[in-house]
């Protein structure tokens, strides 16, 4: 069994992880969005590859609290953008300070001087304004609402890729990501033969699907079998849905191995 404190000790390596994954993101981000970052596009990418490096984090740091990993994405993505501000504004800041001190002359009256601060900097945005779509350009509070949008968006796509990584099941008892161990198409069968052997009170109907098998790195767990009914939306095209979950005690395991190896159905 895995203990509290060791526990403890992986979220605080993922949360730190994720806040300097978080960090790396949002810099990287100013060089890129001078060359490419499309309106709405651009934090949902952004999103993603947080997303993704949030993800290696949890296998790496064995992190499978689900609560805990959605609320340290939603506080990587507000630290990604407070990284990006910040250095864009020190970016600006420091391109005006290389100014020979005749144009900063000239700058210092106008509304462009230096900014002394990320708010300052972060206004004279909002004033100058964001262009959107076909020329038309939001300002002041507008352009607050702009990068809220933005920042839910990314919110939303490295959550979505967080909460997908928890498709794959965690071993409470060592504290340990599964591993894929197979996959494949079970015939009807197949299907009713694993389901009777987990003790499955699911009689689902009589049609073949989609299986995923996992084991915990520490052979004597549990094991888990995923089935999913297969849905034909357009001709030649099918995709796994609703995922049905089973666990097997580790004896048990050779005979679910038997089952899948001779009830395997290829896709077609
Ligand atoms: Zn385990």
């Not at 890729?161 to 965690?170: E, H």
Request: include cysteine; hydrophobic fraction near 50%; glycine fraction near 6%.
């Amino acid at each position: 069994m895995v203990s509290t404190a060791s526990k403890l000790q992986f979220t605080l390596l993922w949360l730190l992880a994720a806040m300097v994954a978080a960090v790396a993101i949002g810099a990287l981000c100013v060089p890129v969005q001078e060359y490419f970052a499309p309106l709405w596009l651009f934090p949902c990418l952004q999103g993603l590859a947080l997303g993704a490096a949030l993800t290696a984090a949890l296998r790496t740091f064995h992190m499978g609290n689900r609560r805990v990993a959605v609320i340290g994405a939603v506080a990587a993505v507000a630290v990604m953008f407070y990284a990006q501000f910040f250095l864009s504004y020190r970016v600006y800041a420091d391109q005006i300070e290389r100014k020979t001190p005749r144009e900063a002359a000239l700058l210092d009256a106008s509304p462009l001087r230096k900014p002394s601060s990320l708010m300052e900097y972060l206004s004279l945005q909002t004033r100058r304004g964001r262009p959107l779509v076909g020329g038309f350009v939001v300002h002041d509070g507008w352009v607050w609402a702009t990068w809220a949008l933005d920042a839910a968006l990314a919110a939303i796509a490295a959550v979505a890729v967080v909460w997908i990584a928890f498709g794959r099941p965690f071993c409470d008892r060592c504290g340990r990501w599964y591993r894929a161990v197979g996959e494949g198409r079970l015939s009807p069968a197949g299907a009713a033969e694993v389901r009777r052997l987990a003790g499955s009170q699911n009689e689902q109907s009589a049609t073949a699907v989609e299986y995923q098998l996992w084991t915990c790195p520490t052979a004597d767990h549990e094991s888990v079998l995923d089935l999913s009914s297969i849905s034909h939306d357009r001709p030649g095209k099918s995709h796994a849905n609703q995922a049905e979950r089973m666990r097997f005690e580790s004896q048990t395991l050779t005979q679910v191995r038997e089952i899948l190896r001779k009830n395997s159905i290829p896709r077609s």
